[in-house]
């Protein structure tokens, strides 16, 4: 006969003792951390070969994307943008076709999956978003004056630099285009059959403030104008998110992450002091397990 149990009784009869003479088998009762510690071990020491990944590290992973904004209406068309999948001398994540990445913009060298002998454990993410390295700072009114042919700048369209000209090119990221980046764009991590969103890029802030240079008697130079590479601050470790369950990468494994645009996300018009064209970075740090092999 079928008895009908409450949760609370079924609960009581699932937490009893070992029931040894009715031959009653329980599962003991494990704790949400306990059982993703024992993913963690099997991942980092196993992966699922026969022989064991002995070896451990702690691994920084980062990739950038390009994005310029439609002259014509000072946006960023909605869509898919993905990053990790590109590896440097290779071309694409919205860079111009003549200028291949380089290890400012990725340091991840194997294209849309895990390398054969390593396996991850994904603690932290952060984004940062950054415009494009700035180009000859001794140009007359923000106008480049000698910028390198293989970089960014000189291999955008005429109408891209007009655009972005009169110093946008070398100014940090304006407050309200930061914004609506950060909560205009969401971060995915992409697996072999689906795409899983982690959350809004706010949400993965790892900004720390801007550099400031000092002469040699003491005197404050413009930092964010001379820099080169002003950003949303350093990938300090105070402030990027550490995830409560981390993500699991196992050798073989189809993995890349995209940034994720819903709708068209509308910049400030360079003219008012928008930015016109910005980078944004992902970065994630890991253990890695891991076999040398010769």
Same mark, same amino acid.
């Given at each position: ?13 699932l ?44 691994? =920084?992973?980062?990739?950038? =994307?390009?994005f310029?904004a ?60 950054k415009?494009?390295p ?5 140009g ?30 070398q ?26 969103p ?7 802030s ?8 000092? *002469?040699?008697d ?10 080169? *590479? ?10 990027r ?9 196992? =050798? ?6 995209r ?27 890991? =253990? ?7």
């Amino acid at each position: 006969m079928m008895r009908n149990y409450t949760f609370l009784k079924l609960f009581q009869i699932l937490n009893k003792p070992l029931n040894r003479k009715k031959g009653i088998r329980i599962m003991p009762r494990r704790s949400l951390k306990e059982m993703v510690q024992k993913q963690v071990t099997r991942v980092l020491k196993r992966g699922s070969r026969l022989e064991r990944f002995d070896q451990l590290r702690s691994r =920084h992973f980062w990739s950038s =994307h390009l994005f310029l904004a439609d002259p014509l209406t000072n946006s960023v068309p909605a869509g898919d943008y993905d990053v990790f999948k590109v590896i440097p001398s290779g071309v694409g994540q919205g860079y111009p076709t003549n200028v291949p990445l380089t290890l400012r913009e990725t340091n991840w060298l194997n294209s849309g999956r895990v390398p054969d002998n390593q396996n991850f454990v994904i603690t932290e993410i952060g984004v940062t978003i950054k415009r494009p390295p700035a180009v000859d700072a001794a140009g007359i009114g923000g106008i480049p004056s000698n910028p390198p042919a293989n970089g960014i700048w000189s291999n955008l369209s005429l109408a891209q630099q007009a655009y972005i000209s009169g110093g946008a090119q070398q100014a940090p990221i304006n407050p309200a285009d930061a914004m609506a980046v950060l909560y205009g764009f969401s971060l995915e991590m992409s697996f072999l059959t689906n795409n899983v969103p982690l959350g809004l890029c706010s949400d993965f802030s790892q900004s720390s403030g801007d550099y400031i240079f000092a *002469d040699a008697d003491g005197s404050i130079v413009d930092g964010p104008n001379n820099m080169g *590479d002003p950003c949303n601050g350093i990938p300090a470790a105070a402030f990027r998110r550490k995830l409560e369950v981390p993500i699991l990468l196992q =050798h073989g494994e189809n993995m890349g992450m995209r940034l994720k645009a819903a709708r068209e996300v509308f910049l400030v018009d360079p003219e008012n002091g928008g930015t016109g064209w910005f980078e944004l970075r992902v970065d994630w740090w890991a =253990h890695e397990s891991f076999v040398e092999k010769s």
